[in-house]
C-alpha cells in the first residue's frame, strides 16, 4: 500500500471538524487578498480610518491575526477528532515534529521582525512601502517565510498528535499558499515597479531642472 492511502485510510472524512478545518485555511488568504486589493484600488480602509493608512493597515493586520488564532484553533479541534497512526506515536517523529514547530515558528517571528507589521500585513497595497527589498534570514532561506514556516508548524502540529489527517491538511495549506504566492507576488512586484517608474521620473524631473540652474 503507498504511503498516500496509507495515510488516507487513517483520515475520517465523517468529521465535520475536517472539512471546517480545510475551509477556514482556503478562507484566510481569501479574504486578505480580496480585502487588500480592494483597498489597493478603492482605499475603502484608508478612508474608514479617516485616511490614516497606517491605522487601517493594523487594523486589517489585527483581523487577519484573529483569523488566523481561529484558524489554528479549529484546525486543532479536527485533530483532536481524528484517529491516531500507531507509526506516528514514535519518539522520532515527536522530536521531528519539535524541529518543525521550532523552525516554522523561527521562521514567521524572524520575518514578522523584518518586515515589521505593515510590511507583513500587507502594507504596500495601502501605499506604505518598503525602501528595498529585505535581503537578511530568512530571507536568505526563503522568498515565503512566513508561508513555509507557517506550513512547518501546520505538519509539526499533525506529527505532534499522530494524526494522518493533519498531514493530509497540511498538503491543503502547501497547496492554499502556493496559490496565494503566484496570486501575490506579481501583484507587488507591479507595485513596487510603479514606484520605481515615479522615483526615476522624479530623479529625471531634478536632474532637468539641475540642467537648467
Ligand atoms: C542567512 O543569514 C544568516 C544570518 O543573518 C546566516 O547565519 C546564514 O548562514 C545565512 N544562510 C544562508 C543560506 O545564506
Not at 176 to 184: G, K, P, R, T
Amino acid at each position: 500500500m503507498s504511503l498516500l492511502t496509507e495515510l488516507v485510510d487513517y483520515v475520517d472524512l465523517n468529521q465535520r471538524s475536517f472539512f471546517i478545518s480545510a475551509a477556514a485555511i482556503a478562507f484566510n488568504p481569501t479574504f486578505w487578498n480580496i480585502v487588500a486589493r480592494r483597498e489597493h484600488r478603492t482605499r475603502f480602509l484608508t478612508r474608514l480610518f479617516g485616511g490614516n493608512a497606517q491605522t487601517a493597515c493594523y487594523a486589517l493586520a489585527a483581523t487577519i491575526f484573529s483569523l488566523g488564532i481561529i484558524r489554528d484553533f479549529l484546525y486543532e479541534r479536527a485533530l483532536r477528532d481524528q484517529p491516531t497512526h500507531p507509526a506516528l506515536e514514535q519518539p522520532l517523529v515527536k522530536y521531528a515534529a519539535y524541529a518543525l514547530l521550532a523552525v516554522g515558528n523561527l521562521f514567521v517571528i524572524s520575518s514578522t521582525w523584518r518586515l515589521g507589521i505593515t510590511g507583513t500585513f500587507l502594507g504596500d497595497y495601502f501605499g506604505i512601502l518598503m525602501d528595498g527589498i529585505v535581503t537578511g534570514f530568512p530571507f536568505n532561506i526563503t522568498n515565503a517565510p512566513m508561508y513555509y514556516g507557517s506550513t512547518m508548524s501546520f505538519l509539526g502540529s499533525a506529527l505532534l498528535y499522530g494524526k494522518p489527517a493533519g498531514i493530509l491538511l497540511t498538503l491543503h495549506v502547501l497547496v492554499v499558499y502556493l496559490i496565494a504566492i503566484q496570486f501575490e507576488n506579481p501583484f507587488t512586484a507591479a507595485i513596487y515597479a510603479q514606484r520605481d517608474r515615479e522615483r526615476a521620473r522624479a530623479a529625471g524631473q531634478t536632474v532637468e531642472s539641475k540642467k537648467e540652474l
